[in-house]
């Protein structure tokens, strides 16, 4: 796959991985292990679009596609409640129609065979085919937590099959810089592997095996 050019980060960043990125920032970043991607084959990254909304209700999310820039994410903050699905088929073909570029929700989604279909990265806590009222008001555009995590307005959400790392909008350029310095390094120690090197010489733990009586 050809590297994409410096000039378009948001691609950089989607090569790359949220892995990476993940370890490139100090292993800070992470969500946590809930939130996967329906389809384990999409990549996403982009600028989040944030939405604060109550459990069991989709009013703001249908206010949110309204609002919200081509190209952005949807990080949704559904409280974690896993016993209805605020996002499905009709929603995701109106985001699509305005550019946004995904869905990131702790919560559910439903309708998932046609959401991976029509191609629109989701990543979610699971599935359920409950229903969701339309009437409790919520805030756009304001930070918002997903476990340990604070997501604000611009912050960069990469996602993929290993999980959602989130970057500060801030510290995108150093964030690619470390991350393409890890891929060298991890490129020279596959290259080693390859030559007879073992992962205990590259990581220098012997020691560490023989303070264990491990020889």
Known sequence: MPTPPLSDPLAMLRQLGAATVYEAQGAQGALDHGIKPIDPACRLAGPAYTVDCRPADNLMLHYAVQKARPGDVLVVDAKGFMEAGPWG???????????????????????????????????????????????????????????????????????????????????????????????????????????????????????????????
């Open 89 to 215: 088929d009709v929603l995701t073909l109106q985001a699509m129609q305005r550019g946004i570029a995904g869905l990131l929700i702790n919560g559910c989604v439903r309708d998932a065979n046609l959401i991976i279909e029509l191609g629109f990265p989701v990543f979610c806590r699971g599935l359920s085919i409950k229903g969701t009222g339309k009437n409790q008001p919520g805030r756009v555009d304001v930070p918002v937590s997903i476990g340990d995590v604070t997501i604000r307005p611009g912050d960069i959400v990469v996602g993929d099959r290993d999980g959602v790392a989130v970057v500060p909008h801030e510290r995108v350029d150093a964030t690619i810089a470390a991350s393409l310095a890890r891929e060298d390094k991890e490129a020279q120690q596959r290259e080693a592997i390859a030559q007879g090197v073992s992962t205990v010489e590259l990581l220098g733990l012997a020691e560490t095996l023989r303070r264990f009586g491990l020889h």
